[in-house]
């Protein structure tokens, strides 16, 4: 088809385009409708395929009556025509109006299907994140802001709808809803908000096209008009990001420079990337006013902080149930645990401190469960990967002292100590300015208390510290490499489809958000002041007095 293509516009003033199964021939009317027809014969004498005029259309430059072409039998359009799953048209309000029908057509059901709430909110929120946020791309890539403005506003307010049924989320202040559209690795959930996309989106499409409309459109001529009113505007509305490439404000600069050289692909990231950094800029200034709410966000920095979010439900040690998933959201948050609950049990004001339920010294008990959950994850985890492992293994000789577990990697004995500490309680938040600055002040604290003992044994030990908020000290993330390995070494990766220590991480790091959640959920009972009917209430019965002094076994950071 290519050489009937070049030989159809050859001895016209037209260009032609040409995508997949789609060819545009642009000019002015009179010399379109002799490439038409040479298009036409040539289909016929060298393909034998036959021209469908019903689904051929024409958009007409202003003031033409198309008077060349009309006795072909085309369709013939004034305003606007299909092409390549947008259209061109010259007209902004038909534009606009063309994206939102289209994006509600093809949008609307799906959202609604979201908020049923027998599909589990993991998976939910993993479509929504995989599927929907990236949807509307290709429109805000291939037209401008100022048309895409109210596809994405609305496109947004679905997508914060469906996300707050999902999650069972409260009425969320201007911050909270900042961050629910940062990307997962900035303390986000990764739901890309079309309107901080859309200018970002279309001046990168421009950047990269460049070459082609050059070429194309005006053979080099600058263009005028809207074109550079709206590269301007877009350009201006970006211009003093932190970036690599520059971005020139001026329209007709901004068309030599990639009309020469296009702008590579990554552009579009690169340009969102910095855009959201400024929010998250914005959002640290925000949290930096209140101690805990700024630990919460320095914790959510760390790289494994959003595991539980990525992790898919494809194993039951990934999987979450809507009550874990949902108060696990609503901690990354920051926002009340529970709606309606204003203080603790224990009297604390929750609504200055939501996260108070995840450390109060009441909850001892249920943190005790919350610490067995990750240490019986761990195990599990060894069993499937084969790798020797004891539950609680006493260490000095009157029986006293006695370590969460001993794994046997690389050969050797290595003893394990679990904590699960809260980056944002009293005691920590100091330490939590820092990343993992929490983590590293109970790793400290677990080494003084059993290294001496187990190296007597000629053991190691590992304190295997995770903060509340996802962030995993260095020496656990020691122990899961050590795991990795030997389970390479065992051949016994069968139940993992990518990277072994990544499957471990998550595993881990959704058992903590589980137990986040149970310490959460008994909190908020007695705030209820109702009586907890089942496991946990026996369980605490039988907490002894100590413990309840010197804060859980497994657990830091009680206030
Ligand atoms: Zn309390």
């Not at 013939?76 to 048209?89: E, F, N, Q, S, V």
């Not at 550079?228 to 329209?251: F, Q, Y």
């Not at 295997?464 to 050590?482: P, S």
Request: charged share 25%; glycine share 8%; aromatic share 6%.
């Amino acid at each position: 088809m290519v050489n009937i293509y070049n030989d159809t516009t050859k001895e016209t003033e037209c260009l032609f385009a040409a995508v997949q199964d789609d060819y545009y021939i642009i000019g002015p009317p009179e010399q379109a409708a002799v490439a038409w027809e040479k298009f036409c014969s040539l289909c016929k004498s060298s393909t034998g395929l036959k021209i469908n005029r019903n689904k051929t259309q024409i958009l007409l430059p202003t003031g033409s009556e198309g008077k060349e072409l009309a006795n072909e039998g085309l369709v013939l359009k004034r305003d606007w025509i299909p092409a390549l799953g947008t259209i061109l048209t010259r007209n902004d309000k038909t534009a606009e109006k063309w994206l939102v029908e289209e994006s509600r057509k093809k949008h609307d059901k799906m959202f609604e299907l979201l908020k049923d709430k027998k599909m589990p909110a993991q998976v939910a929120y993993i479509l929504v994140r995989m599927s929907m946020a990236p949807s509307i791309n290709f429109w805000l890539r291939t037209s401008n802001p100022s048309r895409t403005a109210k596809l994405a506003e609305e496109f947004d307010q679905k997508l914060l709808t469906a996300m707050t049924s999902i999650l069972d989320l409260p009425h969320l202040e201007e911050v909270a809803r900042k961050q629910l559209v940062m990307p997962i690795s900035k303390g986000g959930f990764g739901i890309r908000s079309a309107s901080l996309t859309a200018k970002p989106a279309w001046i990168s499409a421009m950047a990269q096209a460049m070459r082609a409309n050059y070429s194309l459109l005006l053979r080099g001529v600058h263009p005028t008009g809207k074109w550079v009113k709206n590269v301007e505007k877009t350009t201006n509305a970006l211009k003093g990001l932190k970036m690599k490439t520059h971005l020139p404000i001026d329209g007709k600069v901004f068309w030599d420079t990639f009309g020469l050289h296009p702008a590579e692909s990554g552009l579009q990231r690169e340009i969102t990337e910095a855009v959201l950094g400024e929010e998250q800029e914005k959002i640290y200034k925000q949290a930096e006013r209140n101690g805990t709410d700024y630990a919460r966000m320095v914790g959510l920095q760390c790289k494994e902080s959003g595991l539980w979010l990525t992790a898919m439900p494809i194993h039951t040690l990934l999987r979450m149930r809507d009550v874990s998933f949902q108060l696990a959201a609503r901690a990354r948050l920051g926002v009340s645990l529970a709606t309606g609950v204003k203080s603790c049990a224990c009297g604390v004001e929750l609504q200055s401190t939501p996260l108070h339920l995840l450390s109060c010294r009441h909850l001892v008990a249920t943190m005790n469960l919350r610490h067995n959950k990750v240490l019986s994850t761990l195990l599990a985890i060894a069993g499937m990967t084969l790798v020797t492992a004891r539950k609680e293994v006493t260490i000095d000789d009157e029986g006293r002292k006695r370590t969460d577990g001993l794994f046997v990697v690389k050969g050797k004995a290595t003893m394990i100590d679990v904590s699960i500490i809260c980056p944002t309680a009293k005691s920590y938040v100091k330490a939590a300015r820092k990343s993992l600055g929490a983590a590293l002040i109970r790793e400290k604290q677990k080494i003084d208390k059993y290294d001496k003992e187990v190296k007597k044994h000629e053991m190691d030990f590992i304190p295997f510290v995770i903060e509340t908020t996802g962030g995993m000290g260095g020496k656990a993330k020691r122990l899961i490499d050590q795991l990795m390995d030997e389970a390479l070494a065992n051949n016994a990766t069968s139940f993992v489809p990518d990277r072994v220590d990544l499957f471990i991480k998550r595993a881990v790091a959704v058992a903590v958000q589980i137990g986040n959640g149970m310490v959460a959920q008994e909190g908020i009972r007695r705030a209820r002041g109702r009586k907890w009917k089942g496991a946990i209430s026996e369980v605490r019965g039988k907490v002894k007095k100590k413990e309840r002094r010197r804060g859980p076994g497994g657990g830091g950071g009680v206030e």
